[in-house]
C-alpha cells in the first residue's frame, strides 16, 4: 500500500497526559498537513510542511500543539496537557504538486478521558 | 460568514436517481475548488476537482459559477454505493497557502 498511513488509529488517554501520532506521507510527495476534525464537521486545516520547513500554522494550533517533520519524510504531532476538548479525528494529507490535490491517510482518532 | 457553506442534508433518494449538491463559497479570489467523498468514520478520499469550464467523470459532473460563487455536484443514476458525505472543498487565495477549507459536507443516503 503506498497512500498516506497514520500511527496509531486509535488512542484513548486521559487529560492532562501528552499524545504523539506519526503521519507517514506518500514517498514522493513533498507536501504534507494536518487537519483535525469533529462530528459533523468538515476537516480543519492545522498545520503545513514543505519537505521540512513548517509554513503555516492555523490559529487553532495552540501552544500546547506542537508538529515537526525531521529530514522532510514523516511528520509527528505532539499534544502536551490533553483536554477534553482535543478529542477529534487527526487527519494527515500528502500532495506532491502545488495543484493543491491532496490525499488524506485513515486517521487517529483521539479520545480524551 | 463561513468561507465554505453546503446544506447538510440528508439528501434521501432512490437507486437510479439524480442528486445535485450546491455549495456556496465567500472569498471570490478563490482558485481551486473540489469535492471529496467521505465514508462514515473514514478518510475523505478526492472524488474530483472542479474546473472552470465544468467537467465530467463518469456519472458525476461538476460545475463552478464564479460569477455567483458556487460549485455544484450533480450525481445520475445513483448507486446504494454512493451512500456517503459529499465534502466542497476550496483553496484560499492567499499567498504561499496550500491549505484546503471545507465545507461541513452534505449527507447522501441513496435506498433500493
Known amino acids: 500500500d503506498t497512500g498516506v498511513s497514520q500511527d496509531p488509529r486509535h488512542k484513548i488517554t486521559k487529560r492532562g497526559q501528552n499524545v504523539t501520532f506519526r503521519c507517514d506521507p506518500i514517498s514522493e510527495h513533498n507536501r504534507l498537513y494536518w487537519y483535525r476534525q469533529t462530528l459533523g464537521q468538515g476537516p480543519e486545516f492545522l498545520t503545513y510542511f514543505q519537505n521540512e520547513a513548517q509554513l503555516e500554522k492555523s490559529r487553532l494550533l495552540s501552544n500546547r500543539f506542537s508538529a515537526e517533520r525531521p529530514k522532510g519524510s514523516f511528520s509527528t504531532l505532539e499534544i502536551q496537557r490533553t483536554e477534553q476538548g482535543d478529542s477529534a479525528m487527526y487527519l494527515c494529507a500528502s500532495s506532491g504538486r502545488r495543484d493543491y490535490e491532496q490525499y488524506f491517510g485513515p486517521g487517529t482518532r483521539l479520545t480524551v478521558t | 460568514r463561513k468561507e465554505v457553506e453546503q446544506d447538510p442534508g440528508p439528501f434521501n433518494v432512490p437507486e437510479g436517481a439524480t442528486v445535485a449538491f450546491n455549495c456556496t463559497y465567500s472569498?471570490?479570489?478563490?482558485?481551486?475548488f473540489f469535492w471529496y467523498r467521505q465514508d462514515c468514520r473514514k478518510e475523505p478520499k478526492l472524488l474530483m476537482s472542479?474546473?472552470?469550464s465544468g467537467n465530467e467523470d463518469g456519472r458525476f459532473t461538476a460545475q463552478l459559477n464564479r460569477a455567483s460563487q458556487y460549485i455544484s455536484l450533480l450525481i445520475r443514476d445513483s448507486k446504494l454505493s454512493d451512500s456517503a458525505t459529499y465534502l466542497c472543498?476550496?483553496?484560499?487565495?492567499?499567498?504561499?497557502?496550500?491549505?484546503?477549507?471545507f465545507g461541513t459536507g452534505t449527507r447522501l443516503q441513496v435506498f433500493p
Open positions: 472542479v474546473y472552470s
Open positions: 472543498v476550496v483553496n484560499p487565495p492567499l499567498y504561499n497557502t496550500d491549505k484546503l477549507i
Open positions: 472569498n471570490s479570489a478563490s482558485q481551486s
